[in-house]
Each structure stands twice: as structure tokens, then as C-alpha cells.
């Protein structure tokens, strides 16, 4: 189950403004909103929060090329969403740790990570998860 209560509405902002501008591409905006959505998150300990930031975190850090901060992010995500038992969260931050492996041709490493993703996803029903797993 996600933590959402007594989450600041402007961390969850600050989130949503970040994915606005990684969808523009301005990562630099981007990787600025979610660091400063995770601080705040932190702060208040919404850990559905700080592993989404991490995540996005990641993701840009991916598109930049910066693989190696990328998976530093992914790991710290994953952390999070096992601390606060958020399964959904495991499953889709798992199966994205799993693509940017394989983009790195990590294969052995992202099929652990695949796996775990489907086994998630299967636990909680999630056919998009199954989906999103398989596909990659």
C-alpha cells in the first residue's frame, strides 16, 4: 500500500512539475524539481515520495547518458518502495532497472531484475506490470 497521507501537496507538485519537464527534455529543470521534491519529501516522510523522486531521479540521470547515477537512483528507489512495503512501486522500478541493464548489455543483472518484476507483478494482479516486464 502506497503512503500517501500527510504527504505536502507541494512535494507532489514539485513531482509532477519535474515529469512536465522531463517530458520537454529540460532535464536540468527536471533533475532541479525532483531534488528539491525529494528534500522536501524527506522531510515530511512520505516515502511513496522519496521513491518517486529517486525514480524520476533516475531517469533522467538515464537520458543523460549518466548510467552509473541512474542505477545509483534505481537501487535507492527500489530501497524505499521495499521499506514501505509499496509492491506496484518494486515491480515498475524493478523492470526499469531491468531496461536500463539491459541498454548497458548487464543481461544476467537485468533478468534478476525482470524476475522480480514479474513475480510482483503476478503477486498484486497488475497485468500492465506483466506486460511492461515481458515487453522489455
Not at 512539475?17 to 524539481?33: D, S, T
Not at 533522467?60 to 521495499?82: L, P, W
Amino acid at each position: 500500500m502506497r503512503e500517501r497521507i500527510g504527504a505536502p501537496p507541494d512535494a507532489r507538485a514539485l513531482l509532477h512539475l519535474g515529469i512536465v519537464h522531463v517530458i520537454r527534455r529540460n532535464f536540468e529543470e527536471a533533475e532541479r524539481l525532483h531534488l528539491e521534491g525529494l528534500a522536501m519529501a524527506e522531510a515530511s516522510g512520505d516515502l511513496y515520495s522519496v521513491a518517486c523522486n529517486l525514480h524520476m531521479l533516475a531517469h533522467v540521470a538515464a537520458e543523460q547518458g549518466q548510467f552509473d547515477k541512474a542505477e545509483h537512483h534505481y537501487h535507492s528507489s527500489i530501497a524505499v518502495f521495499r521499506r514501505s512495503q509499496d509492491r506496484w512501486g518494486l515491480a515498475l522500478a524493478l523492470g526499469n532497472l531491468g531496461h536500463l541493464l539491459t541498454e548497458l548489455s548487464r543481461v544476467e543483472a537485468a533478468e534478476a531484475c525482470y524476475h522480480e518484476s514479474l513475480a510482483y507483478g503476478r503477486e498484486i494482479g497488475s497485468s500492465g506490470e506483466l506486460a511492461f516486464t515481458l515487453m522489455s
